[in-house]
């Protein structure tokens, strides 16, 4: 079966660490790969994304991921914590069903951040 | 810009009640979606939508029905409301079908049916 998966519910880190929230995935075809972010009564915001080229994306907020092809992972990391990023983090992947496409979400990590 | 407008935000029904959510985007995409968001469920698709008039069933799709009859909108309909489907609900938009482009959220609407 098509699916996302992250492993850990919380990740906590103290500010100025570098974090990795973690993602893999296991689908058919290219992978679309997907993170997202969200706040406190907020709907999910785009962080960044993997389609295709370099294995190492950035994205918003000095994020960035690596896709492992051979791991099935898309990792989320920063090289250095900042409280205001602890919120809820999501993985997504984009999965094919017949002639349609759909994206799934993992269960979340909830990234916490402490001075 | 708009971007995604859900409403209401907040809502409770007594089970066996009917409701609509509602949800309009000015961003001209094809494809609109419902998720909902439970407690260590991550987010699971309801139903989604690639174009207008055209809706298909995602992962949870019982008890929910959609209309697609404008771009703009995508409505969520509750015929009967059950206790289980008390959650928050997200709508969701994107560009295109191929699954290649980013979607944008509503802010929500937080749903309990007692």
């Known amino acids: 079966a098509q699916s996302v998966a992250q492993p850990e519910d919380q990740v906590n880190v103290a500010e100025g660490n570098p974090l990795t929230v973690k993602c893999t995935y296991s689908?058919?075809?290219?992978?679309?790969l997907f993170w997202y972010v969200q706040y406190p009564n907020r709907g999910l915001q785009f962080l960044l994304k993997?389609?295709?080229?370099?294995?190492l994306v950035k994205g918003s907020y000095g994020f960035e991921a690596e896709f492992n092809k051979s791991q099935t992972s898309f990792h989320l990391k920063k090289p250095s914590a900042l409280v205001s990023d602890s919120a809820l983090y999501f993985c997504a992947v984009r999965v094919l069903y017949s002639s349609a496409s759909k994206i799934i979400f993992g269960s979340g990590t909830r990234l916490s951040i402490r001075p | 810009n708009a971007g995604v407008t859900q409403t209401p935000k907040f809502q409770v029904l007594k089970t066996g009640q009917s409701m609509t959510l509602q949800c309009a985007q000015d961003?001209?995409?094809?494809?609109m979606s419902w998720y909902r968001q439970d407690p260590g469920m991550g987010l699971r698709l309801i139903h989604y939508?690639?174009?207008?008039?055209?809706?298909d069933q995602g992962e949870v799709p019982n008890g929910y029905n959609v209309s697609r009859s404008t771009t703009e909108d995508f409505p969520l309909r509750l015929l009967s409301a059950a206790p289980s489907q008390t959650s928050v609900y997200f709508c969701?938009?994107?560009?295109?079908?191929?699954?290649?482009?980013?979607?944008?959220f509503g802010q929500g609407t937080r749903l309990t049916v007692v």
């Open positions: 689908v058919s075809g290219n992978p679309y």
């Open positions: 961003m001209n995409h094809e494809y």
């Open positions: 993997y389609i295709t080229g370099d294995n």
């Open positions: 939508s690639v174009g207008a008039g055209i809706t």
């Open positions: 969701a938009s994107r560009p295109g079908g191929g699954g290649y482009t980013e979607a944008f």
